[in-house]
């Protein structure tokens, strides 16, 4: 019998296999898959049955592009995790892109710990972190890739 | 139905940290000297609404069985900011509408011992499935209530102009309050040397921003006017309320149209629904001698000056400069000293101060004619209390 598993994690780990699913494996594929309402148009994440705009329950999956702006971040001075000790300080962002979706995330790996401000244009990186997690981060569009 | 009911009882235990005292014990004291207060017999009491509970505390029946109560009215919903007055305003509608003649309003905290709930993996509200419940994101470190806080802090002032040092005034003015009040757990002056130099939490808020962590209990008291009349204290009534705002325009931490989170953004101002408690108790902002809120993170203070519309879209950190909100101010803020500086005790400590600013018995931090004070949260809700 395996033992169970009750260490803490180094760094907590989404669900991959719940309502956000297609979301997750978009991200290993390099894309940015989120809902979009069949009957408004409108995309939305995180993940809802029915559109919090016009209520519908149809809705397809679907790529949007990856740029879009910082609206705010913040700089953890304390580590929750033992994960991000190694980070300290770190940023985490609020990005809106240009289909309307938010997300909370970092700045990319490498990017300079000022490079990203309120209003600075972003793009998408697809950072693995195993063959099962890959995580979206986002790096300031001037930057060279 | 209208509204029948007053505040008639407060009692305290000591707020500390890492106090010996279970909770149980915390809430007996609590009780012992909410009945002193009150003139009121343990078999008076005849209904509960609880601010503890699972995860964080112990459930109604525990207490009841605990405290020697004989219930036939709880309402429980579990220790949260939010949570606040929604537990108040039971207790109002349940001998408004009879189905109680007495309720006790109980909270017994032991943050403490349970430090590691806020905030990382033991944080079962925080690192659950779809974010928590101050917005967390653990996958990308945003692990802790004060994220939220920061993110609402750093758009603001990118949209209104700002910087820490502004910011410095709300903890700093509250903690003068704190000075003079012999129950606070921080006895220094807060100068904003020691602000600014005080270590960061989460950028742009430093320690000084972030409420203190502290064990301690209160029970309130809560009957109808008729009742309150023949009983030992003044009566502190329940003038007005308004409840919890939910919706997309709501993230826990930050004004409507802010843009945090799902925020839609638009301008950060008071609006009808954010002001109904007024008119509800026939009065205006005005009329408000002092203003009660839930200082979990001195950004709060801000947002609820405007929300409730002390002052106009992006002004409230020029509003609190100056003893604004502090000892003697334009508008007095938390004159207990607030979860920032008195202790965290739910923002029950500061009902409790409301309490003794109404009877006029708060001694140095009495507000002159203190006959109409608000109680009003960053989520919209809110009760205005008043002398009878």
Redesign the interface.
């Known amino acids: 019998m395996t033992p169970i598993d009750t260490t803490v994690p180094e760094k907590p780990r989404p669900k991959l296999d719940g309502p956000e699913k297609p979301f997750w494996d978009g991200l290993r594929e390099g894309e940015i898959r989120v809902q979009r309402c069949e009957n408004c148009g409108r995309h939305r994440f995180p993940a809802s049955r029915y559109c919090p705009h016009c209520h519908s329950p149809e809705f397809q999956w679907e790529a949007v592009a990856g740029e879009g702006e910082v609206e705010s971040f913040c700089v953890f001075h304390k580590a929750y995790f033992p994960g991000f000790v190694p980070e300290m300080p770190y940023t985490v962002l609020q990005v809106k892109l240009d289909s309307g979706v938010r997300f909370f995330s970092n700045p990319a790996e490498g990017e300079a710990k000022d490079a990203l401000a309120v209003g600075t244009r972003v793009r998408a990186v697809f950072e693995p972190v195993d063959n099962d997690l890959t995580l979206l981060k986002f790096r300031s569009a001037e930057a060279r890739s | 139905m209208k509204i029948n009911a007053a505040i008639v009882g407060v009692g305290a235990s000591e707020f500390g940290r890492f106090l010996p005292d279970t909770q149980l014990r915390l809430a007996a004291k609590a009780l012992k000297q909410a009945l002193d207060d009150s003139g009121l017999e343990r078999e008076d009491i005849d209904g509960l609404s609880m601010h503890m509970g699972w995860p964080l505390g112990l459930d109604y029946d525990q207490v009841a069985d605990g405290l020697g109560l004989n219930i036939r009215y709880v309402n429980q919903a579990w220790t949260h900011g939010r949570f606040v007055t929604n537990t108040l305003q039971h207790a109002a509608l349940a001998v408004s509408a009879g189905l109680a003649n007495v309720v006790a309003c109980v909270t017994a905290i032991s943050f403490t011992r349970e430090r590691d709930i806020l ?3 033991g ?1 079962m509200e925080g ?1 659950r ?3 928590g419940t101050h917005g967390e ?8 209530p004060s ?1 939220g806080a ?3 802090m ?2 603001y002032m ?1 949209l209104y102009g700002g910087t820490s040092e502004k910011l410095a005034a709300v903890p700093i003015q509250i903690r003068q309050h704190a000075l003079l009040n012999p129950d606070s757990v921080m006895k220094e002056e807060l100068t904003l040397e020691k602000h600014q130099s005080s ?7 430093h320690l000084f921003d972030c409420c203190l962590m502290t064990d301690g209990a209160i029970v309130t008291l809560v009957t109808t006017k008729e009742r309150a009349r023949d009983l030992k204290q003044k009566p502190v009534v329940f003038a007005g309320m308004q409840g919890i705002r939910s919706s ?1 325009d709501e993230f826990i931490f930050a004004p409507p149209g802010l ?4 925020q839609p953004v638009t301008h950060v101002r008071s609006r009808p629904i954010d002001t109904e408690v007024f008119d509800k108790a026939g009065v205006t902002q005005k009329d408000v001698k002092g203003v009660y809120t839930y200082d979990a993170f001195s950004p709060l203070v801000l947002f609820v000056l405007e929300r409730y519309g002390y002052c106009g879209e992006g002004e409230a950190l020029d509003f609190v400069q100056n003893n604004g909100i502090g000892p003697g101010g334009r508008l007095p803020v938390n004159t207990n000293g607030g979860l920032l500086s008195e202790a965290h005790v739910a923002g029950w400590n500061h009902i409790r101060e409301m309490t003794r600013q109404i009877r006029g018995t708060a001694g140095p931090r009495q507000i002159p004619n203190a006959d109409v004070l608000q109680w009003g949260t960053v989520w919209g809700d809110s009760v205005i209390l008043t002398a009878a």
């Open positions: 905030g990382g993996p944080d690192y499935e779809g974010g994101s653990p996958t990308y470190g945003l692990t802790s994220g920061a993110l609402s750093q758009r990118k270590r960061m939490v989460v950028d742009p808020l997309r843009g945090i989170g799902q």
